[in-house]
């Protein structure tokens, strides 16, 4: 079992950076893949960036590509994600999320992949 627990709620204007943190308890090292994704009541809880924890390797949707950074810290089994240039249709409660995920071909960022998952934390975009 792993538990997960994100930074809390934040507002932070249009154009403006955020850093949100995902720590892990329990068991971690059963899963080796974690993502952040994110969700408003009237859509589908969408993917935005994975890592694998064991070898650092990363995906993005196009949406945040090269505007989001995620990234782990074994040694304190956290995984962050860095947002840059956030825009007002960014808000929305931010999930993060852990699992194991073997298949090469699998889809990174489908909520389908992960077992685990954090409360969530709202961020609030002001234009």
């Known amino acids: 079992q792993v538990h997960l627990s994100e930074s809390g709620g934040v507002t932070v204007q249009a154009g403006g950076s955020l850093t949100r943190s995902c720590a892990a308890s329990?068991?971690?090292?059963?899963?080796?893949?974690s993502a952040w994704f994110r969700q408003v009541p009237w859509k589908n809880r969408e993917g935005l960036a994975s890592?694998?924890?064991?070898?650092?390797?990363?995906h993005y949707s196009d949406s945040v590509k090269g505007r989001f950074t995620i990234s782990r810290d074994n040694t304190k089994n956290t995984v962050n994600l860095q947002m840059d240039n956030l825009k007002p249709g960014e808000t929305a409660m931010y999930y993060c999320?852990?699992?194991?995920?073997?298949?090469?071909?699998?889809?990174?960022?489908?909520?389908?992949?992960?077992?685990?998952w954090g409360q969530g934390t709202q961020v609030t975009v002001s234009s």
């Open positions: 329990g068991y971690p090292h059963i899963t080796n893949w």
């Open positions: 999320a852990a699992g194991l995920i073997i298949q090469s071909s699998s889809d990174f960022l489908a909520p389908s992949e992960y077992v685990s």
């Open positions: 890592v694998n924890t064991d070898d650092g390797t990363t």
